[in-house]
């Protein structure tokens, strides 16, 4: 069975620097997805940034960007010029391709806070 | 406006008496799935459908019904409910994703739900 580990409940960044959260996962499958979410106290959840497990490039969308090492299953997502909106939960989660099935699997959390 | 909408949003009951969450979405999408939030636990998939009629079990499905008769709705019933499923509840939805393509979940406001 597929698993995902975020082994830091809590991060801590000054504003305007830079922070990476961690996410680790177990896995058979040769092709899958990896997400980043963020839930904010308003509890949205929000899609931040998707890995493709073909695509060796990592993926960036803006000030957020990923180490993706397949072969390591390591997905951790860096968040650049950190911003106070940025404060939230961050999820990582695995979607696995094995036909027929679509679930999901979520880490358990690492909660970001920004100091200003 | 294109959303996924959860009702109720907030839910105080007592154990046994039956509930249901209904989840309703706008999008025409294929793809529904139920997730619970617990702190510490990240978020588990309860259920998932691929289409009208088709359900299928997450990780998570003890004491939880789904129907899905109609493809913009998928409520979550609770047909005995026990203190240990007071959680907070996600319902979300997609366009159909074949094995190797994907396409973006999106997430409802969620439902704070309390067993005494």
């Known amino acids: 069975a597929q698993t995902v580990t975020q082994s830091q409940p809590e991060m801590s960044v000054q504003e305007a620097e830079t922070v990476t959260l961690s996410c680790t996962y177990d896995?058979?499958?040769?092709?899958?997805?990896l997400f980043w979410y963020k839930q904010p106290p308003s509890r949205q959840m929000i899609l931040v940034i998707r890995?493709?497990?073909?695509?060796?490039q990592n993926a960036t969308e803006n000030r957020f960007s990923v180490n993706f090492q397949k072969a390591a299953k390591s997905f951790s997502l860096k968040i650049s010029d950190s911003q106070l909106g940025d404060a939230a939960m961050y999820f990582c989660a695995y979607r696995g391709t094995t036909s027929g099935t679509y679930k999901y699997i979520f880490g358990t959390g690492t909660r970001l806070k920004v100091l200003a | 406006e294109a959303q996924v909408t959860q009702n109720p949003r907030y839910l105080i009951t007592v154990t046994g008496k039956k509930l249901t969450v209904t989840c309703s979405q706008n999008m025409n999408h294929e793809y529904m799935s139920w997730y619970r939030q617990d702190p510490g636990l990240g978020l588990r998939q309860i259920y998932y459908?691929?289409?009208?009629?088709?359900?299928d079990k997450g990780d998570v499905p003890e004491g939880y019904k789904v129907s899905r008769k109609e493809k913009r709705n998928f409520p979550l019933i609770l047909e005995s409910p026990s203190p240990n499923q007071t959680s907070l509840y996600f319902c979300?939805?997609?366009?159909?994703?074949?094995?190797?393509?994907?396409?973006?979940?999106?997430f409802g406001p969620g439902t704070r739900l309390t067993v005494l």
């Open positions: 890995q493709e497990a073909y695509k060796q």
């Open positions: 979300a939805s997609s366009l159909r994703s074949s094995p190797l393509t994907y396409n973006e979940q999106f």
């Open positions: 459908s691929m289409n009208v009629e088709v359900t």
């Open positions: 896995t058979s499958e040769s092709d899958y997805y």
